[in-house]
């Protein structure tokens, strides 16, 4: 291990470049780094990022070397290190010390280009089915995966407050907002919490893959429900209205929306004014169709 930060560990792997763990990844049961610079562990390579660094699990099973040590770890459900040694078909060749099959729908990977990827790749897997005289072993990654991920999400939620500055990558975008990666941990930053300014498509203002700095407003650990704010990593532009905006003063603005009971203008970057449609003319009637421009 070589270098150490709130959110991921950097690990000499033994390749080119390095890998990173999730540093929640590596939390103890009372939500402490489990390890310092220097420490020296087995890791499985699970993926790469947009950037094409390595994404590392640590790896904690056992690797059995004959019969005996698989059809203990079978009967007592213990994870076990392999590595996937090709494609075959329906699914993978793993050396757990002898062969063993994965199927392809147990393997974790969702894509076609995750399943290349797999190849080479230190796992963490159980044993599902032995039969020693056949020297036949299936195992299954997916699970351990899953298990793995529900901890992840346990240990970071137990982490979180409201109110905490965390930094998240865009993982997906909805007409109401963006789900954000936070660690294992997805929270939505609803479109009313983009901006102070008002944000119509989530798409104008981000994309997948954008890596941000958020406030958490409201968190439910029971029902593992995060919302996130963006608007709140900056000050309040109201604030600022309150002391400059002074009433009978004019003001110059950007009208924004229409509707058909008047005309809402932005004069402060975020603050928006109502212009009522009583108030538009003193000599001509505004007809009802303001909205529609008719």
């Known amino acids: 291990?070589?270098?150490?930060?709130?959110?991921?560990?950097?690990?000499?792997?033994?390749?080119?470049?390095?890998?990173?763990?999730?540093?929640?990844d590596l939390l103890d049961t009372e939500g402490s780094l489990s390890v310092k610079i220097g420490d020296s562990f087995d890791v499985a390579v699970t993926g790469y990022d947009s950037e094409g660094m390595a994404t590392l699990s640590r790896i904690t099973g056992p690797r059995p070397q004959d019969w005996e040590g698989l059809?203990?770890?079978?009967?007592?459900?213990?994870?076990?290190?392999?590595?996937?040694?090709?494609?075959v078909k329906g699914g993978f060749s793993v050396d757990v010390g002898p062969r063993a099959f994965m199927p392809a729908s147990r393997s974790g990977a969702r894509s076609a280009e995750e399943m290349?990827?797999?190849?080479?790749?230190?796992?963490?897997?159980?044993?599902?089915?032995?039969?020693?005289?056949?020297?036949?072993?299936?195992?299954?990654?997916?699970?351990?995966?899953?298990?793995?991920?529900?901890?992840?999400?346990h240990n970071t939620l137990a982490t979180l407050e409201e109110g905490a500055i965390v930094r998240g990558t865009v993982r997906s975008l909805a007409a109401y907002g963006a789900f954000i990666d936070i660690g294992g941990v997805d929270g939505l930053l609803h479109v009313s919490d983009f901006s102070w300014s008002r944000v119509d498509d989530p798409s104008t203002e981000l994309a997948v893959g954008d890596v941000l700095d958020l406030m958490i407003v409201k968190l439910d650990k029971q029902a593992g429900k995060i919302s996130l704010g963006l608007k709140q990593m900056s000050p309040d532009p109201w604030e600022a209205a309150v002391a400059t905006l002074i009433p009978g003063n004019r003001v110059t603005g950007e009208i924004t929306r229409l509707t058909d009971f008047g005309a809402f203008v932005e004069v402060l970057p975020g603050v928006e004014g109502l212009i009522h449609v009583s108030e538009m003319s003193w000599t001509k009637r505004i007809p009802a169709g303001l909205r529609t421009g008719k």
Request: charged share 35%; hydrophobic share 40%; with cysteine.
């Open 116 to 153: 290349e990827k797999l190849v080479g790749q230190e796992i963490r897997c159980r044993i599902i089915k032995l039969d020693v005289d056949d020297e036949d072993v299936v195992v299954d990654r997916r699970a351990v995966l899953e298990e793995e991920a529900h901890q992840v999400r």
């Open 71 to 87: 059809t203990h770890a079978f009967e007592n459900k213990e994870i076990v290190a392999g590595r996937v040694t090709g494609a």
């Open 1 to 24: 291990m070589i270098f150490l930060s709130t959110d991921f560990v950097l690990i000499d792997y033994g390749r080119k470049s390095e890998g990173a763990i999730p540093s929640a």
